[in-house]
């Protein structure tokens, strides 16, 4: 059984469409975040900006949703789904 914490991120996420689809269409392998506004522009009707993308996932690197792999780097960072970011993926319907 989850605990509170999980719920209360769990909320956050389905709380926005944006970040719902972000971490729905979130792989299993590296991704930038280009490439994932790419998928999620191809797969849904949202139109996410590059500077949108690169905020969602710097909100979920703070929340531990997902890990920035060579966060040093200017362009091209690559996001990686944590075990806490899969449980709640899991969830959604």
């Given at each position: 059984m989850e605990n509170s914490k999980f719920w209360k991120d769990y909320s956050w996420i389905i709380m926005g469409s944006q970040r719902k689809e972000v971490i729905r269409l979130l792989s299993d392998n590296p991704i930038t975040a280009e490439e994932l506004r790419k998928k999620i522009n191809e797969k849904t009707n949202l139109k996410l900006s590059l500077r949108e993308m690169s905020r969602h996932?710097?909100?979920f690197a703070e929340k531990g949703f997902v890990k920035?792999?060579?966060s040093n780097a200017p362009y091209n960072r690559l996001y990686l789904i944590t075990n806490t970011g899969k449980k709640i993926r899991g969830k959604l319907v």
């Open positions: 996932l710097t909100s920035c792999l060579n």
